[in-house]
């Protein structure tokens, strides 16, 4: 790997201008912005590798799909989402969300670390073996989709229509990044979601304050259906909610066991003095990746203006994600929180399905994931941490696990990365060491063929 090592460091200049192109074009899927010019750009940029490239049109945003062919007969998926979340609060940003400027060895743009620098670390890394060595070792298919960031909504229909196109050996999902203490992150999974919203109706029209003597107030109704979902405990009181969660084998709790969990770090910079429950931080780490969730996302009702206005507001509503793991599902815990508010007189409150996807996990002994494990000893001066799942959600198993392709994770961003926040970025040199990352799983993962 040294030759390829060495073209990537000397074209190195070339491939952060890739990242910075991509990442001055907008693509907020949630704002309808910049996306068909984004989707033709990742096109082009497939092309120019000679890939066999397809847009696949879909009921939202189409899905780029690209293939290169290689020596073996493995191959691998590399699945990214060429969207990016919405920029706001503009007024937060230190730099241009669109910018994609370079100060203190850093790339500042929104989407930089989730996900268009792990998207064209990948296309990088593909070409730096295609012009040192001519050939790849194994077939690359790139999925590249442009609705992650508001929950996939088409990705369901393009793997049912396409998954023989996609099938491969394995895959590499688009989300890592290096903890606190510099150590690469490579993941095996992700929790589920069911994200909803909860309307409660009163009045026909807002009132006059007066008449909450008599008029049923929505935001009363609603605020005490939602304190029938959570105790101060922090268990979730919706009945049959935890029938499904499967305990963390043995070898979950010794992957969780080797982590370095900076847990003093964590709270000083996030600026709160201690965990749920007074977890120590050994617990907090296991509750991260292990624990359902119920987690109020908003809350919106009535006046919240500037001074007072006394209003007896006609609607409330709340938008809740439930973060799921394994063995949950979207679809029964949303069947469960219907039943819950109907047994608690709450038939009134209307749920609204936004999206939901179920948890996923790949074995750690799949030969990928020590593919992956050893490339990165090959690139990272410290050793990588394997995590058997994320704490975040995304649809690997609609796409992958569904099918039987096993998935790890990894990529180029850092713990202050701020991915979804303003100031999102990554290190140049991270960015670097990915794409050799990713030249190196090329090799080791088409090796395993061998074995």
Request: proline letters at 6%.
């Amino acid at each position: 790997m040294k030759d390829i090592f060495a073209y990537i460091n000397k074209h190195s200049d070339l491939y952060v201008k890739k990242l910075q192109t991509l990442c001055r074009q907008p693509s907020v899927a949630a704002q309808e912005w910049g996306m068909e010019e984004t989707a033709a750009m990742v096109a082009a940029m497939l092309g120019e590798l000679g890939a066999r490239v397809r847009m696949i049109p879909t009921a939202g945003y189409p899905v780029v799909y690209g293939e290169l062919p290689g020596e073996s007969r493995k191959s691998l998926l590399l699945y990214d989402h060429y969207d990016v979340q919405p920029p706001e609060p503009l007024d937060q940003w230190e730099h241009e969300p669109f910018g994609a400027e370079i100060t203190d060895g850093r790339i500042w743009a929104r989407g930089v670390a989730d996900n268009k620098g792990n998207l064209v670390a990948r296309l990088c890394a593909a070409d730096a073996w295609l012009k040192v060595r001519g050939r790849l070792p194994l077939t690359l298919k790139y999925v590249f989709e442009g609705e992650e960031e508001i929950g996939s909504p088409s990705l369901a229909g393009f793997a049912e229509d396409y998954h023989d196109l996609y099938h491969a050996d394995g895959a590499i999902w688009e989300a890592g990044y290096k903890d606190a203490g510099g150590r690469v992150q490579v993941t095996l999974g992700c929790k589920g979601i069911c994200y909803v919203e909860l309307r409660a109706h009163g009045a026909n029209i807002d009132l006059h304050s007066a008449n909450a003597a008599i008029v049923p107030s929505p935001v009363w109704r609603l605020v005490w259906a939602l304190q029938t979902l959570k105790g101060p405990d922090e268990r979730i009181l919706i009945d049959g909610f935890y029938d499904d969660v499967r305990p963390p084998s043995p070898r979950d709790r010794e992957l969780v066991a080797a982590l370095n969990f900076q847990a003093e770090e964590m709270k000083e910079r996030l600026g709160f003095d201690h965990f749920l429950r007074e977890a120590s931080g050994e617990q907090a780490k296991a509750d991260m990746l292990f624990q359902p969730t119920c987690n109020i996302a908003g809350i919106q009702a009535g006046y919240t203006g500037r001074g007072s206005k006394t209003v007896l507001p006609h609607t409330a509503m709340c938008k809740i994600d439930f973060r799921l793991v394994p063995n949950q599902s979207h679809e029964k815990v949303l069947r469960l929180l219907r039943e819950h508010l109907d047994r608690h007189g709450f038939a009134d409150i209307e749920v609204i399905d936004l999206h939901g996807e179920d948890p996923a996990r790949t074995d750690p002994s799949d030969p990928l994931v020590g593919a992956v494990l050893g490339a990165a000893a090959r690139v990272y001066a410290r050793p990588p941490q394997l995590l058997p799942t994320m704490s975040g959600t995304g649809p690997m198993y609609l796409l992958c696990q569904r099918w039987g392709i096993p998935v790890v994770g990894t990529g180029v961003g850092n713990v202050a990365s701020r991915a979804h926040a303003p100031n999102e970025n990554i290190l140049v040199e991270d960015y670097i060491e990915g794409i050799k990352h990713m030249a190196a799983i090329f090799q080791a993962f088409a090796a395993t063929e061998e074995s």
